[in-house]
């Protein structure tokens, strides 16, 4: 325990004094202002038009009316993509630095575990990704109520709070995969390339109709309306959580084991 | 202290480290030395256990070298290659990194660290922002934070100036004379290692070639009588004629490693004088470290 807290406190350490932490959060919160503005753009169409571009796109999203049901369903679909593409880079980063600035070897031979560290780290990353939810939400509902939406109650908000936390906790989930390609590639590049190509396939299973059996895109279930065809089965938790653990037990074997060259 | 009995690594067709046995006693500095691809960091990485021996087997303290052995690196202090510190953290910060996870209940470690390497005004830079000699300092800084009984360096003097490679030299004879600390480094700088190594392993294509201690070496480094005169090449046929074996190095002087000229380099004067040859420079000169090691290997290749 002992072990796992010092740890802990050195990952703390890294992330607090990085740039990159505050960095996803501006860009978490910046996502959640153009999902306020693309909604009170659909309640001031006459802006549209002035705003061009951004306009557009706000007429393309076509979120039906603009109320808290229809912007709550589009945080969760904004929450969906970007937790995948953002709690990925903040995993490749947490592994990937440690090869980039050439400080990997520094923590193999040390009282404490390899496993500990890779413990520390994907704790550190779990907080991480949960933080940048809570901002989004949080900024998101501020722009909503600022857009002025209606049709407010908390048992609606509520269904929100259990729809972000799963798709949330998906996410995170699913940056175990992620860790391993960043330790396996000893870098960035390839576990961003990863999650890239895994959101494009999360997609393209949508058209195949395999959304809830691929792992990446088994959290855009819970962004669905109610009476949708597609819906989650018993089966996906069981292939979403075999995929985590597949990425875990990846990366545990990679930094105890695999022979380190990193200089 | 450190042990390896038939250490090899191989890479597909490749033979990074073959069959290497090598004995460093405690209180020991053990230098070790290769040329750049000879093996000496693929060495260094299996004793850290960071990279998986093939065949054989390391041990330090008597216990087997195995990563997840996590008991065996509290009492050693290591530096790879470069040190590199996280960038954003300061020289402070990077250290009590260290101190926390090397479990140093002493909160003042870092600070007595800081002093011996001489970075207390550079405790609050940002590792980024420092000059290369002094991110040496804190990758030796961050070797020596626990006050290790063992100490692994591979390459240290790599970025200090001559000033600073004396004060790592000075603080590494004091710990290895004055409290027992057995030291295993890696240099290039040969002639660096002979000032202050009590043992010499050299290595070379993977192969320990060579393991001897300094008294040793001061043996087996050739001397030779190095002579100048105003007729060299008649200088040279009166050497010949006395038994002698002369050859003339790129510099166009005489070369003699006749134990004969060595010892009494004075006849070779009188020789040459009475043969009306007048010696201009009459030197013996010892091979130091450097040319030893390449002639070492030089023979191993042939």
């Known amino acids: ?263 | 202290m450190i042990a390896t009995d038939k250490l090899t690594k191989r890479y597909r067709d490749v033979v990074a480290v073959s069959e290497l046995s090598l004995h460093v006693r405690r209180g020991e500095i053990y230098g070790f030395l290769g040329l750049n691809g000879a093996g000496k960091t693929t060495t260094i990485r299996m004793l850290l256990g960071m990279i998986n021996p093939n065949d054989g087997h390391a041990f330090i303290n008597g216990k087997k070298v195995h990563p997840n052995n996590t008991d065996l690196w509290k009492e050693i202090g290591y530096l790879v290659e470069m040190p590199y510190s996280y960038p954003n953290l300061t020289v402070k910060e990077n250290l009590e990194i260290v101190r926390r996870l090397r479990f140093i209940d002493n909160k003042n470690a870092v600070n007595e660290i800081i002093g011996k390497m001489k970075l207390n005004q550079y405790a609050n830079r940002k590792a980024k922002n420092l000059s290369l000699g002094n991110a040496q300092r804190l990758g030796v800084a961050k070797a020596m934070i626990h006050n290790p009984s063992l100490l692994i360096l591979d390459e240290p003097a790599n970025g200090f100036d001559p000033e600073g490679i004396y004060e790592i030299r000075e603080l590494l004879t004091d710990m290895a004379q004055n409290q027992g600390v057995t030291i295993f480094i890696s240099s290039h700088i040969l002639g660096e290692i002979s000032k202050f190594a009590n043992r010499i392993g050299i290595i070379h294509n993977g192969e320990l070639i060579r393991e001897l201690d300094s008294r040793q070496l001061e043996k087996l480094c050739q001397k030779r009588l190095m002579l100048d005169t105003i007729n060299n090449a008649e200088a040279m046929k009166i050497l010949y004629n006395h038994g002698f074996i002369p050859t003339e190095t790129p510099s166009q002087q005489i070369e003699i490693v006749d134990t004969r000229a060595i010892v009494h380099p004075e006849t070779i004067a009188k020789l040459m004088v009475e043969n009306h040859t007048t010696p201009t420079m009459l030197n013996v000169v010892e091979e130091d470290l450097e040319s030893y090691f390449l002639r070492t290997i030089k023979e191993k290749g042939e």
């Open chain 1, 1 to 263: 325990m002992k072990t796992l807290a010092v740890t802990l406190w050195a990952e703390t350490l890294k992330v607090r004094k990085s740039k990159i932490l505050w960095l996803t959060m501006l860009f978490f919160a910046f996502v959640a202002m153009m999902m306020g503005m693309i909604v009170f753009l659909q309640q001031h169409p006459e802006l549209t038009q002035k705003l061009g571009l951004i306009g557009m796109k706000a007429n393309m999203v076509g979120m039906g009316e603009p109320n808290w049901k229809n912007y709550m369903m589009l945080l969760t679909q904004g929450l969906a993509g970007i937790g995948l593409i953002g709690f990925g880079f903040i995993t490749s980063w947490v592994f990937g630095r440690e090869y980039t600035d050439h400080t990997l070897k520094d923590l193999l031979a040390l009282p404490v575990t390899r496993t500990s560290i890779v413990i520390a780290k994907m704790i550190v990353i779990a907080v991480w990704s949960a933080i940048l939810s809570a901002i989004f939400l949080a900024a998101a509902l501020l722009f909503g109520k600022i857009a002025g939406l209606t049709g407010w109650s908390s048992d609606l908000f509520f269904s929100l709070l259990y729809q972000f936390a799963m798709i949330a906790l998906f996410s995170i989930l699913l940056c175990t995969p992620v860790a391993f390609f960043a330790s396996y590639s000893c870098g960035f590049l390839l576990p961003i390339g990863i999650v890239i190509i895994t959101m494009m396939m999360a997609n393209f299973s949508g058209l195949l109709g395999l959304t809830a059996y691929f792992p990446w895109a088994i959290s855009g279930l819970f962004c669905v309306a109610p009476g949708t065809e597609i819906t989650i089965q018993p089966v996906s938790y069981i292939i979403l959580l075999t995929t985590s653990l597949i990425g875990l037990a990846g990366t545990l074997a990679w930094w105890s084991y695999a022979d380190q060259h990193a200089k």
